[in-house]
């Protein structure tokens, strides 16, 4: 069983209105969502923009309140705000999205990589600064750079700083919110291939959140897709690309382009028949809201949201 | 791995320059922000100098031999009604007046930042019944209440005098750093230092706090301008300090008399004067500051 487990994940955001500050409704970002993970695994997690996905990273990492649902880490709820929170945090990190914002400007790179050490283990000055050394040198920055400041550094660097930074305590579990989107393609590549590296040196489990198929089909073993705060599709890359059930799902694979140009014409009549099942039977896949309907099993690894047989 | 080798190979990049070389530059650059500042060093340092060397209980010493003597002579500045030295009194009351300027603007600008910071930081209920309270103290007629003051506390020091001052001068500055701390706090370095174990304490003064350092320091610079200011018009409104220790508000405060006003313009000139060069130069040197903080407006 996997060492983290989330059931009914549910995030909501009220929205507030009128003279009084009402609250008139609610966003649901996450509308439950269940999964579990297991160690040494990658997961994807794929969606359009606000589809929750990367609110579901923040509600694990507890930068979002959860409304309902239960997130369990090693047995243990990982929910409040108790002590037994913080050891989680400890195995639980986070890569950001933006390089640019996520190191704060004002802060020599040592201060950057050192902050979650100080905030967890009692090591002298000197002790950090070696851990430090050795973290630049894992992602393979000079050592020199620790007076520096973020700014000083291409995206593609600051980005190696927040991966540091997030391996310092040594984690189980990386979220990676979409850590290569604001970064150019061949830096892309880059820091992912980096990323994998230090997953077989350091047996991390990555949960990685983007919307870039390419990037998840490269680096991950179970994909997730989710739409409008659930899960429409979940399975093993291969249940994923190959063969997709959902509407959502194919669509989206319909859309990854491809350069070869023989294979056009397949790819082009292959969109049109995703297109046209759309067309009439969209319905069929989601509710009177425009929602996807629960998770059915169609294999061992395979769920896929379809509406309950007869 | 490739990105070693990158390092080594490419040349030390120029360093972008630190916040005090920005500052620095900036203040060459705009020659009377420099004029300013140099003559601010100097004519601080003259002041409390000199201070140490005279003798405050002579100088306000009435002495009826020497009534409001023209300048020159045995009294550099001339003597005022009592008798009283002006040049000693000019000394003295420019030093009591930059102490209880300087003094105000640290103690709000702790105050001011502190407050701001959590109050801006937490949030939600937390920031709204810090806020009113704030604004309670905004609506307090502050002249009303320093009069009673005066009346009540009978014994005035630089200290006490700057308490009063402080207690109604530190929510322009709370306000302005709650604003700011409501952007910082949502940015992904605040957010990522949280996921990083770092308790809101530390997140708030380790993480937010160096990025608002520079609208603190601008700000802290204007609000002594204009804290010396303020003294100075308490002072002359008989509502700062009293005669026997004397402050620039004091000195002008002599002009109410119309004899003085019209005849004896040694004694409140020279205080006049002092007023509006250095609130002036203050000024001056905020704004150079102030321009050093936005790139755009940078002249350096």
Known sequence: MGFLEIKDLKVHFPIRAGLFNRVVGHVKAVDGVS???????????????????????????????????????????????????????????????????????????????????????????????RRVEELLDKVGLSPESIFKYPHEFSGGQRQRIGVARAIALKPKLIIADEPVSALDVSVQAQVLNFMQDLQKELNLTYLFIGHDLGVIKHL???????????YVEQGTKADIFNNPQHIYTKRLIAAIPDIEPANRAKQLKYRQEVQAEYEHASDEYFDNEGLAYGLQPISDTHLVALPEKG | ??????????????????????????????????????????????????????DKSEIVTVDLFAINEPPGGEFILGTDYGGRDIFGQLIIGTRNSLSVAILVTLMTGVIGVVYGLVSGYIGGTVDNIMMRILDFFLILPFLMIVIVFVAIVPKYTVFSFSLIMTAFLWMGIARMIRSKALQEKELDYAQASRTLGSSNLKVMFRQVLPNISSLIIVTMTLNLAA?????????FLGFG????????????????????????????????????????????VGQALKRATDARQRRG
């Open chain 1, 35 to 129: 999964f579990t993970i297991e160690e040494g695994k990658t997961y994807g997690l794929v969606g359009e923009s606000g589809s929750g996905k990367t609110t579901t990273g923040r509600a694990i990492i507890g930068l979002n309140d959860v409304t309902s649902g239960s997130i369990t880490y090693e047995g243990k709820s990982a929910l409040g705000k108790n002590k037994s929170i913080l050891n989680t945090h400890k195995d639980v990190q986070m890569i950001f999205q933006d390089p640019y914002s996520s190191l704060n400007p004002k802060k020599r790179v040592l201060d950057i990589i050192a902050e979650p050490l100080r905030n967890y283990e009692n090591l002298s000055k000197q002790e950090v600064r």
């Open chain 2, 1 to 54: 791995m490739e990105m070693r080798n990158e390092n080594i190979d490419i040349p030390k990049p120029i360093k972008s320059p630190s916040t005090i070389k920005i500052i620095w530059r900036e203040l060459v650059r705009d020659k009377l922000a420099l004029v300013s500042l140099i003559f601010l060093v100097l004519i601080t340092a003259f002041v409390y100098g000199i201070a140490l060397f005279l």
């Open chain 1, 220 to 230: 991950c073993d179970n994909i997730a897709i989710m739409y409008k705060g659930r």
């Open chain 2, 227 to 235: 804290n010396i200011g303020l003294e100075s018009g308490l002072s």
């Open chain 2, 241 to 284: 300090f009293p005669e026997s220790t004397p402050s620039l508000g004091t000195l002008l405060g002599y002009a109410r008399n119309p004899q003085t006003l019209e005849f004896r313009w040694w004694i409140w000139v020279p205080a006049a004067v002092l007023i509006l060069v250095l609130m002036l130069s203050v000024n001056n």
